[in-house]
């Protein structure tokens, strides 16, 4: 709750993306009479979890991590980290990337005789879903290198699947982001590329496994 006596400058924060692009004269409203206080208080609750995502998941590793191998607990350290950094990554590139072009989309694709004035609550719950869904698509590497890792498939029988990938990506960004084909795009081809990079580490990985057992071979010849 220590971070309630900034919840107006966060909101702020958050609605700049927009503000900066509302035609001269416009500005967001609240259309309920507690909107001006619930709707900086729910971001705070929002931000607060944001910031504590790094302690939740240690402890789900502390939880977990007393009954893996020691080869185990030497990759899930590493795939913990990259998961906060590619959530967090998902967030800033919502933030700083998608937020800008879509609301330039929005704001000037309009009649001229209609004012922009967004509600301050409806705002919030727009930008929080597409955070969220950002956030959870750039997991895709992860998601993707687990299933490798674990021999639930094959690099070979992803590769052979893109044309199916492609299209779910798209189907994904339909649901999961406002129904126009800026954002739908900005959400799909993101997260196609980074189910690319997930194919990537699981190749190098498997490259890395056989050189090790082809030593070990050659070790046991000896």
Avoid at 66 to 76: T, V
Avoid at 170 to 188: C, H, K, N, R, W
């Amino acid at each position: 709750m220590g971070l309630y006596s900034f919840a107006n400058d966060i909101y702020t924060f958050v609605a700049e993306p927009l503000m900066a692009l509302l035609p001269e004269g416009s500005q967001m409203i609240a259309t309920e009479v507690a909107s001006p206080f619930l709707a900086p208080f729910k971001l705070t609750l929002v931000v607060a979890v944001f910031i504590a995502i790094p302690f939740v998941l240690h402890q789900a590793w502390a939880f977990i991590a007393p009954g893996l191998y020691d080869n185990e607990k030497a990759l899930a350290i590493p795939i913990l980290v990259s998961s906060i950094a590619l959530f967090y990554g998902g967030a800033a590139f919502a933030y700083y990337v998608v937020f800008p072009l879509l609301f330039e989309f929005f704001t000037q694709t309009g009649p001229e005789n209609v004012a922009v004035m967004t509600d301050i609550n409806q705002y919030l719950n727009f930008v929080l879903k597409l955070f969220f869904a950002f956030g959870v698509a750039f997991e895709i590497p992860i998601a993707t290198f687990l299933l490798i890792q674990s021999g639930a498939t094959t690099v070979e029988s992803l590769s052979k699947k893109r044309p199916y990938i492609i299209l779910g990506c798209f189907v994904v960004g339909m649901l999961l982001t406002p129904p126009d084909v800026i954002s739908q795009s900005l959400l799909a081809i993101p997260m196609y590329l980074l189910y690319e990079v997930g194919l990537l580490f699981g190749r190098l990985v498997r490259k890395r496994k056989e050189e090790k057992e082809a030593a070990e071979e050659q070790e046991a010849d000896l």
